[in-house]
């Protein structure tokens, strides 16, 4: 019988790295009886309801980014996590799929920057989404010999742009964050207790089935008294969240469509990492995200507008497959500034990509952003 992720450990050992490869392998599929779902409710005694402040976000706020009453919201903190908040799929039905297809047909035009740019020219990867639906809602797509630029998205940055090299964010290279994911963190973090969250930056991160991501700690932000934002759609991945050194064995729990993770506090630089992506629990991402045709266009001043059918058949399909996380972050403290390093100002557009090579994906899926890491999202190639 599979060993449990729990009886694993020694002490002094890299925990985090044992755990992560018992999560990942898949020769001898590992036994997830130790993964808590959040969306069972309050499956153990470590969980216990988070505190929310409902009076924060108004309905009215909530409905116009596509969530349901704060009141209504299933969020859960863990015991020896403070800071740490699991809130499950507080989206109203049918919004998802308008953040899905923001993730996979917006956010992924320039000015965002792309994996993809790293080796193409700018004209090449400025309309991704349109570059690929003709192929991917053709009949034949799934015996496609050659992938799309999507199939080939791994991740895109917003607004300060990540530099996978530096493992810095620099003032010269930033392009406007979009508006609507910043009114959509706004209020989350607000519910949870953060006023004036001023989201800076974003990391959307593309996995496919056979996708993970390697054991890191979000360090690179100037303000790491600022709450860091996850959200997760698509299908479902485990993910786990250690202490502050490799050598604190992590908890494993499921994310699943529409899930939200807010690290604060002292969880704010936990080490943490994504070993596996699984299945969505059967037809959990279809019902919720078929409400698409459902989502009005509520009283005039809603973000979240209506899909079109179109757009719904290439986005459906691409997440029956895959998953997307987004985390949303503050760089900056209120009236901070980056400090004035030669560093901080190696690269000045968008569309400079000197130095980046893609990484090949490392065998043991850790060290996330190790020097020249490109392709944030390990991708085993078949
Ligand atoms: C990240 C991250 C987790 C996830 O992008 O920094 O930790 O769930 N993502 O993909
Ligand atoms: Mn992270």
Redesign the pocket.
């Known amino acids: 019988m599979a060993k449990m992720a729990s009886s694993l450990v020694e002490s002094g050992e890299d925990a985090f790295r044992k755990i992560f490869k018992f999560y990942k392998r898949r020769n001898l599929p590992p036994d997830f009886c130790d993964v808590i779902d959040f969306s069972k409710g309050l499956p153990s005694d470590k969980i216990v309801p988070a505190i929310l402040d409902p009076s924060a976000v108004s309905d009215v706020e909530a409905t116009r980014v596509g969530l349901q009453s704060v009141r209504d919201w299933r969020a859960f903190s863990l015991q020896g996590y403070p800071g740490f908040i699991f809130i499950s799929n507080p989206f109203l039905l049918g919004s998802q799929p308008f953040w899905v297809r923001q993730c996979l047909k917006t956010y992924s035009q320039k000015p965002n920057v792309c994996n993809l740019d790293m080796h193409m020219s700018p004209s090449d990867t400025q309309d991704i989404w349109g570059k690929s639906v003709h192929s991917l809602s053709s009949p034949h797509s799934g015996k496609r010999e050659t992938k799309t630029l999507l199939d080939r998205l791994r991740w895109v940055t917003l607004g300060y742009h990540y530099n996978w090299d530096t493992k810095m964010y620099s003032a010269n290279h930033y392009t406007p964050f979009p508006a609507d994911l910043h009114l959509l963190s706004f209020q989350i973090t607000a519910a949870c207790g953060f006023q004036g969250f001023n989201a800076e930056a974003g990391?959307l991160?593309y996995?496919r089935s056979d996708s993970s991501?390697g054991i890191?700690v979000?360090e690179s932000e100037l303000d790491h008294s600022r709450p860091?934002l996850?959200f997760?759609f698509g299908q479902s991945?485990i993910?786990l969240l250690g202490g502050l050194r490799r050598q604190d064995p992590p908890i494993a729990m499921y994310?699943h469509s529409g899930d939200v993770?807010v690290m604060s506090g002292q969880s704010r630089l936990l080490y943490?990492?994504?070993p596996r992506i699984i299945s969505a629990p059967q037809g959990r991402t279809a019902l919720e995200m078929e409400g698409c045709s459902l989502a009005s266009p509520q009283q005039g001043c809603s973000v979240v507008e209506p899909v079109s059918e179109k757009d719904w058949a290439v986005c459906s399909r691409y997440i029956q497959s895959s998953?997307v996380?987004v985390?949303v972050r503050q760089v900056l403290g209120p009236g901070q500034s980056f400090p004035d390093t030669p560093s901080a100002h190696q690269r000045t557009d968008a569309g400079q990509t000197v130095g980046y090579h893609d990484r090949a994906a490392d065998e043991e899926g850790e060290n996330?952003k190790s020097s020249s890491s490109c392709d944030?999202?390990d991708t085993a190639e078949t």
Do not use: E, K, P
Request: glycine share 0%; aromatic share 10%.
């Open positions: 990391i991160n996995y991501l890191h979000d860091l996850s997760s991945a993910f994310m993770m943490h990492a994504v998953r996380n985390t996330r944030s999202v």
